[in-house]
């Protein structure tokens, strides 16, 4: 499904004479946004074998029930700040694959939420470089219909929640006081929950006054999940979430 996604403060610029936010106390970012994701890789429910799931964008605009996405920021005498974003997505059975004799379709609801605090190590009229950590939380929940393998028809719901720790490094450079460019990677997992997760992105944004941006990137998330169960409590997700990523941002 869909995840988190980061859409970062652009650093204050000369090019902006009446721009005074640099020596503000605080500053504030919303960001609301979505991200035409692909949804690759495989997972296994209980006794069931490996299931692929390959869910592309038409899939997901097609049986995507519901879906919101949204980050906000703050930022304090621009060094240090605290970053949360929220990405869920239901979608009914889009992905569907040939496993022990007949087909398997799944359906997916992903929820992704990221709390972060960062620090600004570098700043400058033109770029900023921000250092973060934190905790990426999962929450998935599968949907399966089977008809026709070994097992027999049936239909089962199962599902995980874990946190992952999260470290990383994200920065950006103003062109102009009209067009940025911005990047972001972190890892995370190491073990503590799945056992590695990582996460990069790239774009570029458009700002149309001091106030309001927007912005295109390219992400792609990843996870490795095991819960190390066995029998019917077994779930394993091990997937890449990848797209483009179109929002809005206002700062104040």
């Known amino acids: 499904m869909v995840q988190a996604a980061d859409l970062p403060p652009s650093p204050i610029v000369e090019t902006y004479p009446a721009n005074d936010r640099i020596n503000r106390t605080w500053e504030f970012l919303i960001a609301p946004y979505f991200v035409a994701a692909n949804i690759t890789g495989t997972t296994q429910v209980g006794r069931l074998p490996s299931t692929d799931i390959d869910v592309g964008t038409d899939d997901i605009l097609e049986n995507l029930r519901f879906g919101a996405m949204v980050r906000a920021e703050a930022l304090y005498q621009q060094k240090f700040g605290a970053m949360l974003d929220v990405a869920y997505m239901g979608l009914g059975a889009s992905a569907d694959s040939r496993v022990g004799g007949g087909r398997i379709s799944v359906g997916v609801d992903q ?142």
Do not use: C
């Not at 960062?118 to 905790?135: C, E, I, K, M, W």
């Not at 911005?182 to 190491?190: L, S, T, V, Y």
């Not at 990843?222 to 779930?235: E, I, L, P, Q």
């Open 111 to 252: 929820l992704i939420v990221e709390g972060m605090l960062f620090y600004r190590v570098h700043n400058s009229p033109q770029t900023s470089v921000d250092l973060y950590a934190g905790g990426r939380y999962w929450d998935i929940n599968l949907d399966l219909n089977a008809n026709g393998t070994f097992a027999g028809s049936f239909d089962i719901s199962r599902g995980d929640d874990w946190i992952d720790p999260v470290i990383g490094i994200r920065a950006i450079h103003q062109f102009n006081d009209k067009w940025s460019a911005n990047a972001r990677g972190d890892i995370g997992g190491f073990g503590v929950a799945s056992d590695f997760s990582w996460n990069v992105q790239a774009g570029v944004g458009y700002h149309f006054n001091q106030t309001w941006s927007a912005h295109l990137q390219y992400k792609a998330l990843s996870v490795d999940y095991d819960n190390d169960k066995s029998g019917t409590n077994r779930f394993a997700y091990d997937t890449i979430t990848h797209g483009p990523l179109l929002g809005v941002a206002a700062r104040f």
